[in-house]
């Protein structure tokens, strides 16, 4: 059961995991005649696509070992106190090289950031707020402003600063409904800025954003995001 327990474990590690491949290494050949050869490649073959895919850089000749100890009975080379201290020390190897490439991505997204809002604050029609958030009016509408505790009916597109699509309600065919005060800080403060029937730009820094955190796989940490905005209407709060 122990061996099982740590069996499991072992393969969240490969999930999350996130090291340097090793070299490419020649194919090998195996009979794949019966059922039970090809099921045992393919399921082989599966976890190595699994490892590659996160970068895991893996023994194959120990870990072959391994499997093969295991599937015939023999004795593990290792205790399970030494597997169990070999996957910590692994696990605390993956957190800190996450980390120290999460900073790496945040400080040359801040400095990309930086250098955008700066250019762009020079744009004809772009206005920078007190916060430094930025915002263009393409078309202003004539309707009420909605305060910060308002739930607004909109369409928006959000991009990264290479133009990379993130999230569309077009995209979705439908508009989206949210209380202005579970938003990120900019599209808080932006929103208030418009009149309902408008379509403004808004350049969002990091830090009215998602911050050094980032959200999902494309928003990377400290990331700065434009947003098309258009206010269609200020709904009543459900009780």
């Known amino acids: 059961m122990k061996k099982l327990a740590m069996s499991v474990a072992l393969s969240s590690l490969v999930v999350l995991a996130a090291c340097q491949p090793k070299e490419e290494a020649p194919a090998t050949s195996a009979a794949l005649d019966t059922p039970e050869q090809r099921f045992s490649y393919g399921m082989a073959y599966n976890m190595g696509e699994r490892m590659v895919a ?3 850089e893996v023994d194959a000749d120990a870990f072959a070992a391994g499997v093969q100890d295991a599937l015939s009975g023999a004795e593990s080379k290792l205790t399970d106190e030494e597997i169990a201290a070999e996957m910590a020390a692994f696990q605390a190897r993956m957190q800190a090289k996450m980390e120290t490439e999460a900073a790496e991505a945040g400080a040359a997204n801040a400095a990309e950031g930086e250098a955008f809002l700066a250019e762009n604050a020079t744009k004809e029609g772009v206005m920078t707020t007190e916060s430094g958030l930025q915002y263009k009016v393409e078309s202003m509408g004539d309707g009420a402003k909605p305060a910060a505790t308002d739930v607004v009916r909109v369409h928006y597109r959000g991009t990264l600063l290479d133009g990379e699509e993130f999230d569309s309600s077009y995209s979705r065919g439908e508009p989206a409904e949210f209380g ?40 990377g940490p400290s990331s700065t995001l434009i947003f098309e905005v258009e206010l269609l209407d200020i709904v009543t709060p459900a009780e």
């Open 54 to 56: 996160e970068s895991l």
């Open 180 to 219: 202005l005060n579970q938003v990120i800080a900019g599209w808080t403060e932006g929103l208030q800025l418009m009149p309902v029937g408008s379509k403004f730009t808004f350049y969002i820094p990091s830090d009215l954003a998602y911050g050094s955190r980032g959200a999902g796989a494309k928003i």
